[in-house]
């Protein structure tokens, strides 16, 4: 199966700040890769797919990058509301879906 | 819009079957276009795909589960559903239902969730 590892596990940045998170895949993955928000007590928010695409609705300060084995997941400034657990996941047709162990992003 | 709602028994005793539905509404699963699937994620931890289901009735399981998972669908009721077997303690988790928009692989739409926990 194809395993999947985020880094940080955890970060603390102020409100404004830049925040990136990376993935990585244990094979290639193409741009099979998204990301997902979850907020405590709540089920997961898909927020980027295939990689690079900004699901309907959400804001722009969310992006990714990547294709592969390495991706990027950036919120560009950091808002009280981004507080929460990122995960990503990636898809393979054969062998199905994964997902990352996720990074926990709070307020410093 | 579409939504999706699970339920199910929150408490299963050790070695019986854990069965969940999950209801969609606003849209129809007999429309085609998506998969459906169950995902669960383990008190504080992380999140595991258990596997999906198309309108037409096929599946794919997560192999590590697949010998104990079935999911089925009843398109006449709007519902697809996950029977787990022989669980344990293990298998205590929050359970979702969700929609995959293809070909991403991505989960657009989830259910709030439920609890199961299983103890005699």
């Known amino acids: 199966d194809i395993q999947m590892t985020q880094s940080p596990s955890s970060l603390s940045a102020s409100v404004g700040d830049r925040v990136t998170i990376t993935c990585q895949a244990s094979?290639?993955?193409?741009?099979?890769l998204n990301w997902y928000q979850q907020k405590p007590g709540k089920a997961p928010k898909l927020l980027i797919y295939?990689?690079?695409n900004l699901e309907t609705g959400v804001p722009s300060r969310f992006s990714g990058s990547g294709s592969g084995t390495d991706f990027t997941f950036t919120i560009s400034s950091l808002q009280p509301e981004d507080i929460a657990t990122y995960y990503c996941?990636?898809?393979?047709?054969?062998?199905?879906?994964?997902f990352g162990p996720g990074t926990k992003v709070d307020i410093k | 819009q579409v939504q999706l709602q699970e339920s199910g028994p929150g408490l299963v005793k050790p070695s019986q079957t854990l069965s969940l539905t999950c209801t969609v509404s606003?849209?129809?699963?007999?429309?085609?276009?998506?998969?459906w699937s169950w995902i669960r994620q383990h008190p504080g931890k992380g999140l595991e795909w258990i596997g999906y289901?198309?309108?037409?009735?096929?599946?794919y399981y997560n192999p590590s589960l697949k010998s104990r998972v079935t999911i089925s669908v009843d398109t006449s009721k709007n519902q697809f559903s996950l029977k787990l077997s022989s669980v344990t303690a293990a298998d205590t988790a929050v359970y979702y239902c969700?929609?995959?928009?293809?070909?991403?692989?991505?989960?657009?739409?989830w259910g709030q969730g439920t609890m199961v926990t299983v103890s005699s």
């Open positions: 969700a929609r995959d928009k293809p070909p991403y692989g991505a989960f657009d739409i």
């Open positions: 295939d990689a690079s």
């Open positions: 094979q290639d993955i193409s741009n099979y």
């Open positions: 606003g849209g129809s699963i007999s429309s085609g276009g998506y998969y």
């Open positions: 289901i198309y309108y037409s009735g096929s599946t």
């Open positions: 996941q990636q898809y393979d047709n054969l062998l199905g879906f994964t």
